[in-house]
């Protein structure tokens, strides 16, 4: 079981919008809509920012969503913020009932 | 309030087993479809999904440190324990445990981090 496949980092201005993709199989990222998504600030606790591929925990701004598209899951950022900067990961249940994670992705606001 | 916290040795000799418990308040572990998940980050690296125990004692491991791994849970003192047998300087992270009421991690402990070192 391998970890799903995320860049390793991707940087935009602020007030722009950005994207994170999360690579995986049909065994996990396209076999199920499954997918988390958690935002980690440096010495922080993960905290989660996206479920089941697109749904938002209440509290969690409407500037993060969620989508899937076969194999490959994204999490976008629109109207960057200072305070987006730090690390996301994906996750996704797997058909062996277990869970993976991403490798992550550290958001830059340049 | 949902809280969760980790605990047990900081540092560990290479070879040792490791056992941390995650105490929790404000959910039982007895409401159908709860779990608690154990997951680790080496310092720099990424987060790693280790296990997970469910309500009704249902247990799942990471495939490939399954034969290392033991997690338990005793419901009436809120705890859920994982024991890592023989550490080696690798296992050197911060090892975190979560709630999962459904199907995400909603809600973390602070984590601990425990160094192997001889």
């Known amino acids: 079981q391998s970890a799903l496949t995320q860049p390793a980092s991707v940087s935009g201005s602020p007030g722009q919008s950005i994207t994170i993709s999360c690579t995986g199989t049909s065994s996990d990222v396209g076999g199920y809509n499954y997918v988390s998504w958690y935002q980690q600030h440096p010495g922080k606790a993960p905290k989660l920012m996206i479920y089941e591929v697109s749904n938002r925990p209440s509290g969690v701004s409407n500037r993060f969503s969620g989508s899937k598209s076969g194999n490959t899951a994204s999490l976008t950022i629109s109207g960057l913020q200072a305070e987006d900067e730090a690390d996301y990961y994906c996750s996704s249940y797997t058909s062996s009932s277990t869970l993976l994670f991403g490798t992550g992705t550290k958001v830059t606001v340049l | 309030q949902i809280t969760l916290k980790e605990s047990g040795p900081t540092l560990v000799k290479p070879t040792q087993t490791l056992t941390l418990t995650c105490t929790f308040s404000?959910?039982?572990?007895?409401?159908?479809?709860?779990?608690v998940g154990w997951i680790r980050q080496p310092p720099g690296k990424a987060l790693e999904w280790l296990a997970l125990i469910y309500w009704d004692d249902d247990k799942r491991y990471s495939p490939s440190l399954k034969s290392r791994l033991t997690i338990t849970k005793d419901t009436s003192k809120n705890q859920v324990v994982l024991t890592m047998t023989n550490m080696d300087p690798v296992d050197t992270a911060t090892y975190y445990c979560?709630?999962?009421?459904?199907?995400?991690?909603?809600?973390w402990g602070q984590g601990t981090l425990v160094t192997v070192s001889s």
């Open positions: 979560a709630l999962k009421p459904y199907s995400s991690f909603d809600y």
């Open positions: 404000g959910f039982s572990l007895s409401t159908s479809g709860v779990g």
